[in-house]
């Protein structure tokens, strides 16, 4: 075995493949059938391994996308299938990756990354840090007490898939952490994959314009028993959610032992329901890092009444472009940033992560040690960085 300084991180090749399916088979205890099908969807020139001499010994993809922070869209690369050969564990191969990951993307002037962590600790080790979540319901339909008739139910097709993007891309920038998806997440949602079957119905009002749609599939449970699984639930219109609940209730017949949905306490899908019988709880928590703080800042939406000025004093470790004195002037709901200021608000981009989706206020972040500011600057803080709790139905 080889020390942390003579290993390699670079682009795969064809002949990393197999290797790469093997190392993610073990790592996520996943049908090694299924990882060809991954790898070529998220793109091989996207996967990056780690060698140790001929050795690949680590891997990880990359997921470029956008996420959605201010109702605005900002550049965002995930990271995904982060695997290390068991033998390697524990050796700095891990680390090695990432710190590899984060310079390349700042190369390519990325603002952010995100990811679902399977470890903080080393992901913290890299910049990440936790600024959102992810969450589910367990649910008897039944119980919600919904009756909505009318309108048309739609199977997907072609047009109803065309329909089913543009009703997302319209609203989604509204909802603090939601993605602007790639074509990875799209066909993980409404196609087949991995042995899952997704079925997707659209609503329609009867004069043909489509108010909302529910992605879900069914999932095995002990004899005949199985459960449905909602992957994303989306309308524009209390009745489109009421008509989808109602369809789900349909749905429930002997042999259905209830229905999963991803959801989150304030989701409009939950909020339309007058008595939610149900709680939700957070599963996963999803991690942001500020690749290029510069971009990161200028890309994002503010509150569009706030005119502030923030002076920020940042160290990033791995990252020495993000370093130093920035001051972020917020106006009209945009953000102009440039070098200087008196270094109000000091923090890691780790506390940064945390403030800039919204995740934490700056009382809570300078309670745990993350930031530490004079108290107008963390008052500015709040109110520029202020939202809703940040949060998205996928996993990735």
């Given at each position: 075995?080889?020390?942390?300084?003579?290993?390699?991180?670079?682009?795969?090749?064809?002949?990393?493949?197999?290797?790469?399916?093997?190392?993610?088979?073990?790592?996520?205890?996943?049908?090694?059938?299924?990882?060809?099908?991954?790898?070529?969807?998220?793109?091989?020139?996207?996967?990056?391994?780690?060698?140790?001499?001929?050795?690949?010994?680590?891997?990880?993809?990359?997921?470029?996308?956008?996420?959605?922070?201010?109702?605005?869209?900002?550049?965002?690369?995930?990271?995904?299938?982060?695997?290390?050969?068991?033998?390697?564990?524990?050796?700095?191969?891990?680390?090695?990756?990432?710190?590899?990951?984060?310079?390349?993307?700042?190369?390519?002037?990325?603002?952010?990354?995100?990811?679902?962590?399977?470890?903080?600790?080393?992901?913290?080790?890299?910049?990440?840090?936790?600024?959102?979540?992810?969450?589910?319901?367990?649910?008897?339909?039944?119980?919600?007490?919904?009756?909505?008739?009318?309108?048309?139910?739609?199977?997907?097709?072609?047009?109803?898939?065309?329909?089913?993007?543009?009703?997302?891309?319209?609203?989604?920038?509204?909802?603090?952490?939601?993605?602007?998806?790639?074509?990875?997440?799209?066909?993980?949602?409404?196609?087949?994959?991995?042995?899952?079957?997704?079925?997707?119905?659209?609503?329609?009002?009867?004069?043909?314009?489509?108010?909302?749609?529910?992605?879900?599939?069914?999932?095995?449970?002990?004899?005949?028993?199985?459960?449905?699984?909602?992957?994303?639930?989306?309308?524009?219109?209390?009745?489109?959610?009421?008509?989808?609940?109602?369809?789900?209730?349909?749905?429930?017949?002997?042999?259905?032992?209830?229905?999963?949905?991803?959801?989150?306490?304030?989701?409009?899908?939950?909020?339309?329901?007058?008595?939610?019988?149900?709680?939700?709880?957070?599963?996963?928590?999803?991690?942001?890092?500020?690749?290029?703080?510069?971009?990161?800042?200028?890309?994002?939406?503010?509150?569009?009444?706030?005119?502030?000025?923030?002076?920020?004093?940042?160290?990033?470790?791995?990252?020495?472009?993000?370093?130093?004195?920035?001051?972020?002037?917020?106006?009209?709901?945009?953000?102009?940033?440039?070098?200087?200021?008196?270094?109000?608000?000091?923090?890691?981009?780790?506390?940064?992560?945390?403030?800039?989706?919204?995740?934490?206020?700056?009382?809570?972040?300078?309670?745990?040690?993350?930031?530490?500011?004079?108290?107008?600057?963390?008052a500015i803080a709040g109110t520029v960085f202020a939202g809703s709790q940040p949060w998205m139905r996928e996993m990735f």
């Amino acid at each position: 075995m080889s020390s942390e300084d003579a290993l390699v991180v670079r682009p795969s090749q064809p002949p990393d493949h197999d290797p790469v399916a093997r190392l993610m088979a073990h790592a996520f205890a996943a049908n090694p059938d299924d990882l060809p099908a991954t790898l070529a969807l998220a793109g091989h020139d996207n996967c990056r391994v780690v060698c140790d001499g001929p050795d690949v010994v680590g891997t990880a993809l990359l997921l470029p996308m956008g996420q959605y922070f201010g109702n605005r869209r900002v550049s965002m690369t995930g990271v995904a299938g982060v695997a290390v050969a068991p033998h390697y564990q524990r050796q700095g191969c891990a680390s090695a990756l990432m710190r590899s990951i984060v310079a390349e993307l700042n190369e390519q002037g990325v603002a952010l990354s995100a990811l679902y962590p399977s470890a903080l600790p080393l992901y913290r080790k890299a910049g990440y840090e936790c600024a959102g979540g992810r969450f589910v319901a367990q649910i008897d339909p039944k119980r919600l007490g919904i009756e909505e008739r009318g309108g048309v139910l739609l199977p997907m097709d072609a047009a109803g898939e065309t329909r089913v993007r543009a009703l997302y891309g319209a609203h989604a920038p509204s909802f603090p952490g939601f993605l602007d998806r790639s074509e990875y997440i799209w066909t993980r949602l409404f196609h087949p994959w991995a042995g899952r079957s997704p079925t997707c119905v659209l609503v329609s009002r009867d004069d043909g314009q489509v108010e909302g749609y529910v992605s879900y599939c069914k999932a095995r449970g002990t004899g005949f028993q199985h459960r449905i699984v909602v992957h994303d639930m989306f309308a524009t219109s209390t009745w489109g959610y009421r008509r989808l609940w109602s369809f789900l209730t349909d749905l429930c017949t002997h042999v259905v032992s209830g229905v999963e949905v991803h959801t989150a306490p304030h989701d409009p899908a939950r909020l339309v329901l007058p008595d939610a019988h149900f709680g939700v709880t957070m599963t996963d928590a999803w991690m942001l890092r500020l690749i290029n703080v510069e971009a990161a800042l200028m890309q994002r939406g503010y509150p569009p009444k706030v005119d502030a000025t923030l002076d920020l004093d940042i160290y990033d470790d791995i990252v020495d472009g993000n370093n130093g004195m920035w001051r972020l002037a917020v106006r009209g709901g945009r953000g102009g940033v440039r070098r200087g200021g008196a270094g109000d608000l000091r923090t890691d981009v780790r506390g940064l992560a945390a403030l800039y989706s919204g995740f934490a206020n700056p009382s809570a972040l300078a309670a745990a040690g993350l930031i530490e500011g004079t108290p107008a600057a963390l008052a500015i803080a709040g109110t520029v960085f202020a939202g809703s709790q940040p949060w998205m139905r996928e996993m990735f």
